[in-house]
């Protein structure tokens, strides 16, 4: 049972990502997937967050209008695409999974009872 972060990367200040998390090892519906990033010297903090029963979804304020958070049943997975990067979203980003797939609002992380393994973002300016 894990859950797979990858495609972190620099990029340019305006520019693109899409981070991937892949969940093995257990059925991926009705879980919530969450996205956690954490700036050096900084704790962590939600990002975006997305229930796979009923694919509702909460963002952060800092990236709402930027970034989209979808799930792909068929592939397990739920992707994160960052749009006009800033500076400020560098970050180690991680994905979360609860077994709890309905949710009325940004859960914190103890919502949460698996994590995957971080990918490093960089936004140059």
């Known amino acids: 049972v894990q859950l797979q972060a990858w495609g972190g990367g620099l990029v340019q200040a305006g520019g693109s990502l899409r981070l991937s998390c892949a969940a093995s090892?257990?059925?991926?519906?009705?879980?919530?997937i969450g996205w956690f990033r954490q700036a050096p010297g900084k704790e962590r903090e939600g990002v975006s967050v997305?229930?796979?029963?009923?694919?509702?979804?909460f963002y952060a304020d800092s990236v709402k209008g930027r970034f989209t958070i979808v799930s792909d049943s068929a592939a397990a997975s739920v992707y994160l695409q960052m749009n006009s990067l800033k500076p400020e979203d560098t970050a180690i980003y991680y994905c979360a999974a609860s077994s709890h797939g309905h949710i009325i609002s940004f859960p914190p992380e103890p919502f949460y009872e698996l994590w995957g393994q971080g990918t490093l973002v960089t936004v140059s300016s």
């Open positions: 090892g257990f059925t991926f519906n009705d879980y919530t």
């Open positions: 997305i229930s796979t029963r009923d694919l509702k979804t």
